[in-house]
């Protein structure tokens, strides 16, 4: 099982970017995907998370209606589009998996630690 993200980048204030989180050894299909990051000297939290199926997709509130989750079954990729960047969502951004995961409303620092298998992060850096 392995997870791979990408699409990180350099963007002005209120730029976009997409990530990627190309997966291998698993069928995207049965797994929920997280996405988490974490700023220097803070801990690592969840932003947004899509459930097996896709019927369930939840957001930070820090985030929410700015981010979007989504997932290619076909090309075995979750995504996340990140609009309206602010500097406060710098961060390594990461993806993670989750065997028949259902996807929780995020509070707090969300769901670390119901995610099994992790990818390396994806460095995101928003100038003001």
């Known amino acids: 099982v392995q997870l791979q993200a990408y699409g990180g980048g350099l963007v002005q204030d209120g730029g976009s970017l997409r990530l990627s989180c190309a997966v291998s050894?698993?069928?995207?299909?049965?797994?929920?995907i997280g996405w988490f990051r974490q700023a220097p000297g803070k801990e690592r939290e969840e932003v947004a998370c899509i459930s097996v199926g896709g019927v369930r997709r939840n957001y930070a509130n820090s985030v929410k209606g700015r981010f979007t989750i989504s997932k290619d079954l076909d090309k075995n990729t979750a995504y996340l589009q990140l609009n309206s960047l602010k500097p406060e969502d710098t961060a390594v951004y990461y993806c993670a998996a989750e065997r028949a995961g259902n996807c929780l409303p995020i509070t707090g620092n969300g769901s670390v630690n119901k995610y099994g298998h992790w990818g390396q992060g994806t460095q995101v850096t928003v100038s003001s």
């Open positions: 050894g698993f069928i995207l299909d049965i797994y929920a």
